[in-house]
């Protein structure tokens, strides 16, 4: 009798292992079905990118992923971080969250090479849409793309305009006003009396540039933007008995052009340089 017990008893333990894997197996084909969409919307802003329909992918992406980040920015990124390579994907993890979703896993490159990549999304007007992208351990909307070249009637501008700023300056004897024109960059490193200080020759000297702001500065080599968004210019002003010669750099901050490097020598020498 005790022997049929306990062999009614391991049925009864097999059947209730059995259950429990079975219900396992329906709990995580549930998680499996209500997380789809959310990976079926990854898998095809990716396939957008992959595709080369790199605008189609932008269009796609949610209102605060454009509020993040332009299509020029956008494009770069991708391309940057070789998304555009992009040939599958495998998901490891996925999640919602009330309107919120997380897609986690593996791209595989047409290369064969192989990245992490996880996708943040939201809903918005009943649909997933994209709001973030971390791929290969870099955020997609950290990468902007380099400003435009100003045109060169703003460039001449910019340039008479820094110099006046500076040549004020000089005769006040007193960088103060200057170094409000200056980019936050710049500020962060340094101080008037310093930028004073480097340039304490002009001030002794009392060395005048004014008559700049009736002549036409003349660019050698051309201005250009280069691979670290620095805006260079430099060049000479031809101004008698002496020429005064310049090299400025520009950064991009919030939409302007500010100053954040300036080299200045009137007639022959080694210009002083901050």
């Known amino acids: 009798m005790k022997k ?9 333990g097999i059947l209730g292992i059995g259950l429990c894997a079975g219900l ?4 995580f084909s549930g998680v499996i079905a209500m997380t789809q969409p959310v990976v079926d919307a990854s898998e095809q802003f990716l396939a957008l990118v992959g595709q080369g329909k790199i605008a189609e992918a932008y269009a796609s992406t949610a209102d605060r992923f454009h509020a ?3 299509e020029a920015s956008f494009t770069r990124a991708v391309k940057q971080l070789g998304l555009t390579d992009y040939a599958s994907a495998s ?5 919602i969250k009330n309107q919120e979703g997380t897609a986690e896993g593996t791209v595989t490159s047409k290369n064969g090479g192989t990245k992490p990549v996880s996708i943040q999304l939201v809903q918005e007007g009943g649909k997933w849409k994209v709001v ?8 997609l909307v950290t990468i902007k793309a380099p400003p435009p070249m100003p045109p060169a009637a703003e460039v001449e501008r910019m340039v008479t305009e820094s110099l006046l700023d500076f040549h004020k300056a000089v005769q006040a004897k007193d960088f103060t006003a200057f170094y409000g024109t200056l980019s936050d960059l710049w500020k962060k490193e340094t101080t008037p009396q310093q930028i004073q200080k480097v340039f ?10 004014g008559s700049i702001k009736n002549a036409k500065p003349q660019f050698a080599p051309p201005a250009t933007v280069n691979d670290k968004s620095v805006l260079v210019v430099a060049g000479h002003y031809p101004t008698q008995p002496a020429q005064v010669r310049f090299e400025l750099q520009y950064i991009h901050e919030r939409d302007a052009w500010k100053l954040t490097s300036i080299s200045v020598n009137v007639g022959k020498g080694n210009a002083p340089e901050k």
């Open 4 to 12: 049929n017990w306990l062999i009614g008893f391991g049925i009864a």
């Open 24 to 27: 396992g197996i329906f709990l």
């Open 68 to 70: 993040q980040q332009d």
């Open 91 to 95: 998901w490891h993890n996925r999640e």
């Open 132 to 139: 973030g992208v971390r791929y290969g351990g870099v955020e």
């Open 200 to 209: 304490q020759d002009f001030l002794d000297k009392n060395i005048d540039i």
